[in-house]
């Protein structure tokens, strides 16, 4: 909702306005779309490229358009956009036509991470574009899930016939949101934090955070069997594909056995034009410990040395899953997967 008062240009055309993005917040934006009747315009990825082209987001840019979306931190990945770079480009763009295209930064996973680890990354109001940013408070801001923010550059960017007033609270009362009425418990959470750790501790939690993604980083590719795709000094967290020779297995079985072991680690393809490349991904957290991280490389060594001798007709493959209300019922899942592991269930996506 960032954008949801960006209006139509005098002298534009009425049509539907769109929104440019590098299609790695498609929940976010689509919803976006829907309820505001904005098409969405998606920058096409490549095999070698995860993030926003700056290139190929511009050539998605007409006098429709009301912004461009950064992403500070892929869902998939956890790379920074060239949002510096997309800035340039679009104040060029915004001279040569006379345009006022924007952009926000969808900072939910990077918001709290690129300040305390990279001060000198521009990509915040730095930036003369940069008109709006969302962060997300449960991830790297430490609180549990329920709590996000959005800030604007100025007051006037954010319409007052989008803020709804009441006055049975005690006095004015402005509300922005979708929903009024909710739990108050992780605002004060996060109030709590910032207190209590202030930036000093902040950038303490982010640099281990960093630290123990290096690690972790190193450890897997010292296995040999997988190509990790993360960036360093980016989100905390560890992307990575197979590599090498073609095998009889893919990162989903490997997926499947690491759960039998008490690891959830997410397998998935990433976003169109890139869905033939498939990932495993670990997030770093601060209950993610180095000793955790030897735990789970070494698991994942012993699950790719047990894939390798398998026979592919053995391997177990979860069955699918029908879509709601058309075919039979799906199976029940192995036994194998409802085995309770001793040592708990470690989520780590």
């Not at 709590?147 to 709804?164: C, K, Q």
């Not at 605002?187 to 930036?199: C, D, I, P, T």
Request: glycine letters at 10%; aromatic letters at 10%.
């Amino acid at each position: 909702m960032a954008l949801a008062g960006q209006k139509a240009r005098p002298g534009q055309a009425h049509r539907r306005p769109q929104l440019g993005d590098g299609g790695k917040c498609a929940g976010l934006l689509g919803k976006f779309a829907r309820y505001f009747e904005v098409e969405p315009r998606y920058v096409p990825l490549t095999a070698d490229r995860y993030v926003i082209g700056t290139d190929e987001a511009l050539q998605l840019v007409n006098e429709n358009t009301i912004g461009v979306v950064g992403i500070l931190g892929s869902t998939y990945t956890g790379e920074y956009e060239p949002i510096a770079e997309l800035n340039d480009a679009l104040m060029e763009m915004n001279e040569r036509t006379g345009w006022d295209v924007p952009i926000h930064v969808d900072g939910a996973s990077g918001g709290f991470v690129a300040p305390f680890n990279r001060p000198d990354l521009l990509w915040d109001f730095r930036l003369p574009l940069v008109r709006s940013i969302n962060a997300s408070g449960h991830k790297y801001g430490l609180v549990y899930p329920g709590v996000g923010w959005v800030i604007w550059r100025h007051e006037a960017d954010l319409p007052a016939e989008l803020v709804f007033h009441v006055n049975y609270l005690g006095g004015d009362q402005p509300t922005f949101n979708l929903n009024f009425s909710r739990g108050a418990g992780q605002v004060l959470a996060q109030y709590y934090n910032f207190l209590r750790l202030g930036r000093e501790g902040y950038v303490a939690v982010i640099e281990g955070l960093e630290a123990t993604a290096a690690y972790l980083r190193r450890a897997i590719e010292e296995t040999g069997h997988f190509e990790v795709l993360s960036k360093p000094r980016t989100v905390p967290l560890v992307c990575f594909r197979l590599q090498g020779p073609r095998r009889h297995y893919n990162v989903f079985d490997i997926a499947a056995h690491l759960r039998q072991r008490g690891w959830i680690v997410p397998a998935y393809t990433l976003a169109p034009d890139a869905q033939d490349v498939a990932v495993l991904r670990v997030v770093v957290k601060e209950n993610f410990s180095r000793d955790m991280a030897d735990l789970l490389v070494g698991d994942l060594s012993r699950t790719v040395a047990l894939l390798d001798q398998a026979k592919p007709a053995r391997l177990e493959t979860a069955p699918a899953r029908p879509r709601a209300g058309k075919g039979p019922a799906s199976s029940p899942p192995r036994e194998s997967r409802q085995r309770a592991h001793p040592r708990g269930t470690h989520g780590v996506c």
